[in-house]
């Protein structure tokens, strides 16, 4: 110890006189780092020039996460980077760099020393440490982070030089950064190419030939915006948007995880484009999204729009950790969140303090615990949805619902009515005093479980019956032992297990009972008596009785967890080792107060858990779904993935079930020729008695009971083929959210309330906390992220690079705006026209900027070939949908049917089954037919784990994740789908059907025709006798093998004109299939 | 963000690449499939992530689902003993159980039904499920300490294969892309083969894909059948002639295109249109193996004549190795043996062992093992103890992440070596653990990467395939 202490010392030391002489001798910077000083620009900025480096090189050791601070120093802030540190010295001294620590060791060429350290990987360059000097040297002022700041709208700035160029305020943002780096604006693009860009960034869509002309003719001044107009009514403008809010939204057809099975989620997408088309204010877009179900009075599609955060990926995978799973979906809501609407890298913060920006772990866990208290499952099934769940009932099925739900009010206000009305039953009453016995109605299955045996099934194998009765079945080998009256079996380990076939179905409108002696061994877990509930991949449908793990007697009606169900609890338990009599009625109703529960003959208090069964309990197979009479089972349940098997340690015996609710004195009796008792003494009380007479002697009431139960299965008929979708709900009692160790699901640490990271903005006291609360913070004027990360994602997609270029992060480590100014001139109006979207995206598609040419001379090519500075006009790579779409235009086979559920165009055989097996649904990829192949892509089915290759090849991502921008690469995958996709192919020969057809007379025609359907643009005279000369050579081809035509015409599902030359239209096939490869079709120019 | 394309900076760089005579085209080949030989030293502030490699390629014959280390090779005598006893909790301490196993009244240890003897001049004990194994012992290098994090599937074969449990990192194939690039002109430098009609528990496009770096870096499967690669083929009706014959003019149409735009990214995609006409060629070639003689077939099994087989996978996979692909994943799914263990690891067994130890000799045979590493292995172990009833001859395994056995063969690695061990009930390591991040940094360290300095800022972090973990495990090394 001492030697370390000592060690350190000399060290420390040593460094002293090493820096000391450094400040004695060498005042100046280094050659290289003086050289590189000279280029700077005159005034040092610490937002633009110096944090960009320091919090990438620096801050993960020296920033705001304490418990990674090295040497006690925080160079993130003004206070701890000029407070002296532990050596007296200081790392900042502003005006002096020679003075400044920091910089002396950033300087030193000692590894000991040497600032960042090398084990670190991380260095500057002598610009960057130039930088830093000049920033010392005029003094080293800090400021607060740029997008911090809420925007203000700027003055315009004047263009002298550029006034003819200057359409819109975006265009004197534009050209005053283009005069002050000495470039100038291009020439405006000319009409054809401008159409055919705007049309394409609006609609996604070329223009049609018609279009083109229309345009090309219209000499007015207001040409252009007529057409800007139009182009915003039209629904295809709504198509476009929302296929960019699909990449936002990470909307998929499937679930993404281990099975990968299929989900319901496409009306919420519909929702998306009818909200885009009809211009719904961006606030209000996405407060529905983010809360549409707190607001008041929520109406359909406002929790419709919740679906939003239900898009995440789940897990059907058997056997994972529950809330493992459960707490992932809550992260992802929140980081999700933060990327679209606050453009944060919130996520780094979930195992500790943002290592960047000013997020703590605690700002984490805040943020996520507005989106926690939802009624979900970690592990669902392989397919389906799961709650919580909106129906969506058709107009008419609404009506029929509502007025179903009307009568049955009536009809239970009636039957209380009736049961309150006891004078007329005493009659009857003063009869049943007598009796010390009633008569019970006859079972469906009665099993004494007096003897094991075996008999052999059709097949010849033998197998364990009990009480000789072939329509039961054991598993393993649970023991005979003596019963409360003759034999009992007794199940021990999980294996044994009884069946009873046949006899357990029933739906939801049915009345039923089971009736069951039992004496438990043990109270520790969740134990089941009977039931046929199964597991996950049948959405543990069906019926379940059981003891929990204080052995409370309970019941489960299900038709699919964690949302449509009852369950009701027993508030008695029943003690181990002895027997006890335990039963349940139900009557039907559909209701937890339908169901009654039994202990020793008597009726007792129960605490209902959850009460919202509203659609069939009839039990079906995994897999189909299709309904399936699953056997009652006893002495484990059906589950088995949830470490939770429902294993019954103890015995059984006098099973009884019935198809129909006993009355409480039958239930009683039940228990009492069993114990050997008499009703009589069993000191029943009154209502007992009234229940039996109104259940077995009121006519009227009999009848009403039957009305029930008919209005019940009439409400089923309508309710079970209503769609559902997965939507948000909250939990009337919040669920606490803890800051959670290293992020570890298992390892809660503090409680957090839900809130929003304060180094953005306070979450004000005036706010609700919960989701309509941080919708409210996001869209509150002194938001400064909200509108500014709107703004510019809308950027990024009319221009393709975003004024940020990190349209996902506005932190420290993101990148800074070009035109700072513009930004906030957008921010703030965008705000102020009341988020007004089609307004925002005119205003950038009226611009100057936006019109200009986009050819690129050769100084661009050099000095700007990613156009930062916007001297030219967009161009980019289309999008892989718009790509398919234009080929579906271009050959007229696009099929303009506006939503509806996702649909299977061409897609290569075996991907699906290649990957797995486990979802049914999805096992097989099924082409659809006739339109349904030429739909637009934004309507392709999405399968997260085998998304579709053609897509994939142009960087549509996989949605597993909020992508705010998409890649734009370049690879021979992409060649090969453009030239033999089958998709493409067809495309190609129905676009030369198209051009024999309607092209024209002349050769010449028919490219010029073909050549606009594909491009948008008139070809030059060289290109039409390029593709002339194709045109003559595929023809010499296909006419000397007459065969070659026909099969290339064959490809795709869409009918051949037989009434065209073979010959002709195979060589138009091949024309067109070349213009579907021209750099203009697929690029947007 | 920095991986957005540069197409200049690739032209002089694709320049520097290129072999002369192979023109324009080709010299693209060399940029897009190698389109990144630098890029993973380009990102600022770094130092070099590389150093002399070991190896230049590897081959991954991923098996999926956990394989038993306790069936095949890690024998645990002491099970045999205690068959039908409970798993006492004192090793069973802190672990988690899957929800499939966990809810049991009871953790009966499980014997294996398999016999094991040693083999070899190093004595390593491999089971008689795997007798051809059993013969190349002397090349491999046992890890019997491997342990990961996850006790599922989706999340532990994400993990082996991204470094994550959850979706969205690239998988190994892609760092190694990214990193070094492609050694072949013709061919992609990531290519993923799949054992046909196996079924079994699911494989995901994610774990061969590009997760946030650039998408030519995600992997390209080659399939058995007419359409080895999506899209390779010409559609009928058009032949080779008649493609080359559409590509000359589109070449004309794109130069006018150019002259008149001065957009570069035109050339590049011509090139990119010159690059997939090769691949039309090149990848059926690969992929044709009938002139492998008879001798090949004899030591791979008769299943390598049948396209899809694991064993023809194998075989495709020497043939890639010769021709420089980088990194050649295999997958054969299956192994997820829960119940009726001892009955279905036979086929599994069956359908791996030959060809897995033919690749390895056939590659030392060629001189190519001393360049290539050969992996074998899953994505986490099996429990001890039978999940469901244990019978006098049945039994099933469930999910084990604390301990499972992998081998590595081939440059680089020990020679018959074992390395790590676990305690007499196969439950816990009690030497030389490796975690999952170890493997993927010994993995890198072989092909000559620094595995905390290869990164991709990503979201204004710099990710790695090892996150912030992972040791060399230099005892391992030659």
């Known amino acids: 110890m001492y030697t370390m202490i000592y060690s350190k010392y000399i060290q420390n030391l040593i460094y002293c006189c090493i820096l000391g002489s450094l400040w004695c001798c060498q005042q100046k910077l280094p050659e290289e780092v003086a050289q590189a000083y000279e280029t700077l620009p005159e005034t040092i900025d610490y937002n633009y020039h110096v944090k960009p480096i320091l919090s990438d090189r620096c801050f993960a050791c020296h920033g705001q996460d304490n418990n990674t601070r090295e040497a006690d120093l925080r160079l993130d802030t003004e206070e701890g980077a000029y407070a002296a540190l532990s050596s007296g010295e200081k790392a900042l001294v502003p005006g002096s760099w020679s003075k400044s620590h920091a910089l002396q060791r950033i300087l030193s060429d000692d590894p000991e020393i040497v600032m960042p350290p090398p084990e670190s990987n991380l260095s500057l360059t002598d610009e960057e440490i130039a930088t830093i000097a000049k920033w010392i040297e005029q003094g080293a002022e800090y400021k607060p982070h740029w997008a911090f700041i809420p925007p203000e709208k700027p003055e315009l700035p004047e263009s002298k030089q550029f006034a003819e160029f200057v359409k819109n305020p975006i265009d004197n943002f534009v050209a005053a950064t283009l005069e002050a780096r000495e470039l100038s604006p291009s020439n405006p693009a000319d009409k054809q190419r401008l159409l055919r860009r705007v049309t394409l960034d609006l609609t996604g869509l070329p223009p049609t030939i018609e279009e083109m002309d229309a345009f090309l003719a219209d000499e007015s001044e207001d040409a252009y915006e007529k057409v800007v107009d139009r182009l915003l009514a039209s629904s295809a403008y709504g198509e476009r948007m929302a296929m960019e809010w699909m990449d936002v939204s990470r909307y998929a057809d499937s679930h993404g995880l281990h099975a990968d099975g299929a989900r319901t989620m496409w009306p919420w997408r519909d929702w998306v484009i009818k909200s885009f088309s009809e211009n719904m204010p961006y606030d209000q877009f996405a407060t529905w999204q983010l809360a549409g179900d707190l607001l008041p009075d929520a109406d359909r599609d406002q929790k419709l729009a919740t679906a939003f955060n239900r898009n995440h990926p789940m897990t059907g995978e058997g056997g994972v950790v529950d809330e493992e799973f459960r707490l992932k979906y809550v992260f992802d809501r929140s980081s999700t969140t933060a990327t679209v609407f606050l453009g944060l890298t919130l996520e780094c913060a979930q195992c500790h303090d943002h290592k960047f920006d000013p997020l703590s772990q605690k700002d984490y866990y805040s943020m996520a615990a507005f989106f926690n208290n939802v009624r979900e499952l970690g592990m669902t099934g392989d397919d389906g949805d799961y709650g919580p769940m909106l129906l969506l009932p058709s107009n008419q099925q609404k009506q029929t619902i509502d007025s179903l739900d009307h009568l049955t009010e009536e009809l239970r206000g009636d039957l209380t009515e009736i049961a309150e009305q006891k004078d007329e039953l005493i009659e009857y009453l003063d009869e049943l005093s007598d009796k010390s016995s009633v008569a019970t109605p006859q079972p469906v299955g009665y099993f004494p479980v007096e003897r094991i045996s075996s008999t052999k099934d059709t097949k010849g194998n033998s197998y364990q019956i009990i009480d000789r009765n072939r329509k039961t079945r054991i598993a393993s080998e649970p023991q005979l032992i003596d019963g409360i009256r003759g034999k009992a079996l007794h199940f021990d380990d999980g294996y044994e297990t009884l069946a009873l076939e046949e006899i357990g179905q029933f739906e939801m409108n049915e009345p039923f009972t089971a009736s069951v002696w039992v004496k438990p061994d043990v109270d520790q877990k969740i134990q089941t008596i009977m039931a046929t509930a199964g597991a996950k991949n049948d959405f543990w449908r069906g019926w379940e009785f059981y003891l929990d793990s204080t052995n409370h007697p309970a019941v489960k009606l299900i038709h699919s967890r964690p949302h449509n169900m009852v369950h009701t609890k027993s508030l008695r338990n029943i003690p181990i080792g002895e027997w006890s009599h335990v039963a349940f009625t139900y009557n039907g109703g559909g209701k937890a107060t339908d169901v009654e529960i039994y202990v020793n003959g008597k009726s007792v208090a129960t605490n209902t858990l959850y009460d919202r069964l509203y659609k069939s309990i009839k039990t079906v197979g995994s897999g189909a779904h299709q309904v399936i009479n699953r056997p009652i089972q006893l002495g484990k349940s059906y589950r088995g993935f949830t470490g939770e098997f429902g294993i019954y340690k103890g015995a059984v015996d006098e099973i009884y079930v019935f198809h129909q609710d006993l009355t409480p004195l039958e239930i009683a009796q039940l228990y009492a020729q069993t114990a050997g008792e008499n009703i009589t003494n069993l000191d029943l009380p009154e209502e007992a008695k009234v229940d039996h007479v109104l259940q077995r002697n009121h006519r009227q009431y009999q009848e009403k009971q039957q009305q029930l139960r008919d209005l019940v299965q009439q409400q089923l008929e309508v309710v079970n083929d209503v769609t559902e979708i997965m939507v948000m709900e909250e939990e009337p009692k919040p669920r606490p959210m803890y800051v959670l160790a290293r992020g570890a699901y298992d390892a809660p640490t503090e409680q957090v309330p839900p809130s929003t990271p304060g180094s953005v903005l306070q979450f004000s006291k005036d706010l609700r906390r919960d989701r309509l609360g941080l919708s409210q913070w996001l869209f509150s004027e002194e938001n400064p992220l909200t509108a500014r990360v709107t703004v510019n994602r809308y950027w990024q997609l009319i221009f393709g690079r975003g004024i940020v270029d990190t349209p996902h992060d506005f932190g420290f480590q993101g990148s800074l705006p070009t035109h700072p100014e513009l930004l906030d001139w957008l921010a703030v109006t965008f705000r102020e026209s009341g988020w007004d979207v089609k307004s925002l995206i005119k205003t950038m598609v009226m611009s100057g900027t936006y019109r200009q040419a986009s050819v690129q001379n050769e100084n661009q090519v050099k000095d700007d070939p990613d156009n930062v500075w916007l001297a030219r006009g967009p161009s980019q790579r289309l999008p892989a949908e718009m790509i398919r779409d234009n080929a579906l235009a271009a050959s007229g086979l696009l099929v303009e049917k506006i939503g509806g559920a996702s649909v299977k165009p061409y897609q290569p055989e075996g991907l699906w089954i290649e990957k797995g097996s486990f979802s049914h649904e999805l096992l097989h990829y099924k082409e659809d037919e006739g339109d349904s192949l030429y739909r637009r892509s934004l309507y392709t089915f999405i399968r997260r784990t085998s998304p579709h290759p053609a897509m994939v090849a142009f960087d549509a991502p996989n949605r597993d994740i909020c992508t705010v921008k998409r890649e734009n690469t370049n690879t021979p995958l992409q060649a090969l789908v453009l030239l033999n996709d089958p998709q493409f192919v067809e495309a190609a020969r129905v676009m030369g059907q198209r051009l024999l057809a309607n092209g024209g007379e002349t050769t010449d025609e028919k490219i010029n025709y073909g050549f606009r359907l594909a491009t948008g643009r008139k070809p030059t005279e060289k290109e039409v006798g390029i593709l002339k000369n194709l045109f003559t050579e595929a023809k010499e081809r296909f006419t000397s093998s007459p065969a070659q035509a026909d099969s290339l015409l064959a490809i795709g599902e869409y009918p051949v004109n037989r009434q065209l030359n073979e010959t002709e239209a195979a060589a138009w096939a091949m024309v067109s299939s070349t213009l579907l490869n021209h750099d203009e079709f697929y690029t947007k120019r | ?478």
């Open chain 2, 1 to 478: 963000m920095d991986h957005c394309h540069n197409y200049e900076q690739q032209y002089s760089r694709r320049d520097f690449l290129t072999k002369t005579s192979l023109g324009l085209g080709a010299a693209s080949l060399a940029s897009l499939i190698n389109p990144l030989k630098s890029l993973a030293k380009e990102q600022g502030g770094m130092g070099s992530p590389y150093f002399t490699p070991k190896v230049k390629r590897v081959i991954y014959l991923f098996q999926s689902g956990g394989p038993s280390q306790l069936e095949l090779f890690d024998p645990k005598p002491l099970l045999r003993k205690m068959n039908g006893e409970d798993l006492p909790a004192s090793v069973r301490g802190e672990q988690r159980l899957t929800g499939m196993s966990s809810g049991q009244s009871s953790f009966p240890l499980a014997g294996s039904q398999f016999d094991f003897a040693q083999f070899g001049n190093s004595g390593a004990p491999v089971s008689e499920l795997m007798p051809h194994t059993a013969k190349v012992v002397d090349e491999l290098c046992f890890v019997k300490s491997m342990y990961t994090e996850a006790i599922n599937h989706d999340p532990a074969i994400t993990f082996i294969q991204t470094g994550s449990q959850f979706p969205g990192r690239p998988s190994i194939g892609s760092w190694l892309s990214y990193g070094l690039g492609s050694e072949n002109e013709n061919l992609p430098g990531f290519v993923v083969l799949v054992t046909k009609n196996k079924l079994g528990q699911p494989l995901y496009a994610r774990l061969w894909g590009n997760g946030f770096l650039p998408s030519q870096h995600q992997g390209v499967q080659f399939r058995a059948g007419k359409d080895a690669v999506l899209y390779l083929n010409n559609p009928s009706g058009v032949n080779p002639n008649d493609r080359r014959m559409q590509l000359d003019y589109l070449n004309q149409l794109q130069e006018a295109q150019h002259q008149s735009l001065g957009d570069p990214e035109i050339n590049a995609r011509v090139a990119q249109y010159e690059m997939a006409y090769r691949m039309q060629s090149s990848v059926p070639e690969i992929m044709d193996t009938s002139g492998e003689p008879d001798y090949i077939y004899d030591m791979y099994g008769e299943d390598a004549r049948e396209p899809g087989t694991f064993a023809a996978n194998c075989l495709l996979a020497r043939r890639l190795a010769e021709r420089d692909v980088r990194f050649i994943q295999l997958y054969h799914q299956g192994w997820d043996q829960h119940g009726n263990l001892p009955n279905a690891i036979q086929t599994q067994a069956k359908e791996t062992d030959q060809a897995s130890a033919a690749l390895v000799m056939d590659l030392k045979q060629r001189g190519l093992l001393e360049d290539t590493l050969v992996i074998w292995g899953g994505e986490f172990g099996r429990t001890n103890y039978s999940q469901g009833k244990l019978t006098k001859t049945n039994y099933g395994r469930d999910h084990h992440p604390r301990c499972f056995t992998i081998w590595m063969a081939g440059g680089g690695v020990k020679k018959g070596f074992t390395y790590g061990a676990t305690d007499e009930f196969g439950y816990n390591i009690i030497d030389k653990p490796v975690h999952v991040h170890d493997f993927q940094a010994t993995l890198l360290h072989l092909l000559g990467i620094d595995h905390e300095k290869l990164t991709f800022k990503f979201q204004g972090r710099r990710f790695r395939l090892t996150d912030v973990h992972g040791h060399v495990v230099k005892d391992i090394l030659t």
